[in-house]
């Protein structure tokens, strides 16, 4: 027992031996609610020790001190552990519970790899968990981890809040559960994944190679942020993911800028007027046949979104834009292709920067793409698009020849991996019934919309299980996941524990 993050004492214990039961979703949620009260402390120190532990996708040794770590807490519990692994890729810790008489099986996915970090950008230190009374960017200050912890206090590290925090939650919910006598309704597995940050490249031959293993009546995919209103919610999809970098060169030195502005082409000119011709600033997509693939909402998603409360004006004062790209309300919005420039290097700025005219100028471009669009066609498109705009294609770095030969030339790096997006029925049999379960135990109904608007490579599991997905997101909306000072609310922790302990004892 060594590795189990809670220890109740032992008189708890023997006041709690008797089996209550079978609890409705209400009953599991106040039981794992009083439990949680009592190991608030255990729970936090638990948290924090796994996200001590570094979790890039190509740090080898570390991913694999974390699928060991996690695989530890897990037999603990009674779970049989399996680590599933292909040729070149971080092990997926495959897990199962078997409750004796239950039909039904449930598989829960997380992953536990995250982003990689830019130290220097952050406010302390990403692999040093600490707790502060508030966002950083309001001031939020370092205090002490010990119990009492107010609900709104954060936990910041990387992946608190993409995406240990399940891992935490779930665990929480199974202590809670046995030590009060509930059983579970269903069989348990778990899938979590290496890689989810890195692309999923392996996760296609794992699943095909494993696919017996990993059937169940339901995928549940544990991840991403709750709705801005802090209102629980239910989404039905994902949308895809594909990327590239764009380079334009322009002379094969440096110039001065004197000498040579006004003659010799400027490639940071060229590269942002290249851009332009790709989307508007109202984030439309000016690429001819882009949305030729695209499935429009259905009337029962149009109907969801417009149920679902407006944060849009929230969310205007709270990030400080001034006005959003387009009209749309974000939920609508984000169910449309998105072209997104995520960084862009050419010389410097500020103090750094010199009367000279670059040789080249890169950009990393984004691409969110919706049912039904491949990243195949999207690729071809844009390679067309490009060409049309007077650009000879490269894949690798332009020869002398070739650069006096031509006079734009486009290098393009297709090397990140992408995957489609995914979207279940919006009247999923299975969906009703969780959401029925949440909705019990709560005042205000939770949210189910169409799709959540960030990636996850459901489409996979589609493809090669078969099983019906859903997302079940648990982290607090302004979580800066992918970024700087990353953290999770305590309230989403509390949450997800309750949810947890009602769905597994009640579906």
Request: with cysteine; net charge negative; aromatic share 8%.
């Amino acid at each position: 027992m060594k590795n189990r993050l809670f220890r109740p004492p032992l008189f708890l214990l023997l006041f709690l031996l008797p089996v209550v039961a079978p609890a409705d979703p209400a009953g599991s949620a106040d039981l794992a609610r009083e439990w949680r009260k009592a190991h608030e402390q255990e729970i936090v120190d638990g948290f924090a020790r796994l996200l001590s532990i570094p979790n890039v996708a190509s740090d080898a040794v570390n991913i694999k001190r974390n699928a060991q770590y996690i695989s530890e807490l897990l037999v603990s519990r009674g779970f049989e552990v399996r680590l599933l692994e292909t040729e070149g890729s971080p092990p997926a810790v495959f897990a199962e519970l078997k409750t004796p008489g239950t039909s039904k099986t449930l598989m829960i996915y997380a992953h536990y790899d995250g982003q990689p970090v830019n130290a220097s950008d952050w406010a302390s230190d990403p692999w040093q968990p600490v707790l502060r009374n508030g966002p950083v960017e309001r001031g939020g200050q370092v205090i002490p981890m010990i119990a009492p912890f107010d609900p709104e206090w954060r936990i910041f590290a990387r992946s608190a809040g993409d995406d240990k925090a399940p891992v935490i939650a779930l665990l929480a919910a199974l202590d809670a559960m046995n030590e009060t006598g509930v059983e579970l309704s269903v069989n348990l597995k778990l899938f979590l994944e290496g890689e989810e940050e890195a692309g999923s490249p392996h996760l296609r031959e794992m699943l095909s190679e494993h696919r017996e293993l990993l059937g169940a009546d339901l995928w549940l995919f544990c991840d991403g942020p709750v709705h801005q209103s802090r209102q629980w919610q239910l989404s039905y999809g994902v949308r895809g993911s594909y990327g590239f970098d764009l380079t334009v060169f322009g002379p094969n030195r440096p110039l001065h800028s004197g000498h040579y502005g006004n003659w010799a082409p400027n490639p940071i000119m060229r590269l942002t007027e290249l851009i332009h011709t790709m989307r508007d600033s109202q984030g439309d997509i000016l690429i001819e046949g882009y949305n030729k693939q695209v499935l429009s909402p259905t009337l029962l998603e149009l109907k969801a979104i417009e149920e679902a409360p407006s944060v849009d004006e929230m969310l205007i004062a709270e990030l400080g834009i001034g006005r959003p790209e387009t009209s749309e309300r974000i939920e609508r919005a984000i169910m449309r292709p998105a072209i997104n420039l995520r960084g862009i290097r050419s010389g410097d700025v500020g103090a750094q920067a010199r009367n000279s005219i670059q040789t080249s100028a890169t950009a990393s471009i984004g691409l969110r793409l919706v049912p039904a669009q491949t990243p195949d066609y999207l690729r071809e498109l844009i390679e067309q698009h490009i060409t049309k705009q007077g650009y000879f294609i490269v894949h690798e770095q332009p020869t002398p020849e070739q650069r006096t030969t031509h006079d734009r030339i486009a290098l393009l790096d297709w090397s990140e991996a992408g995957y489609p997006a995914y979207r279940a029925p919006f009247d999923l049999p299975i969906a009703k019934t969780i959401a029925g379960i949440m909705n019990q135990l709560r005042d205000d109904q939770i949210i189910q919309l169409p799709t959540m608007g960030g990636s996850l490579p459901l489409y996979l599991i589609d493809e090669v299980i078969g099983a019906p997905i859903l997302i079940l997101p648990i982290a607090n909306h302004d979580n800066n996941q992918h970024g700087k000072d990353e953290n999770l609310r305590l309230q989403n922790l509390w949450d997800a524990i309750e949810i947890y302990a009602a769905i597994l004892t009640n579906l």
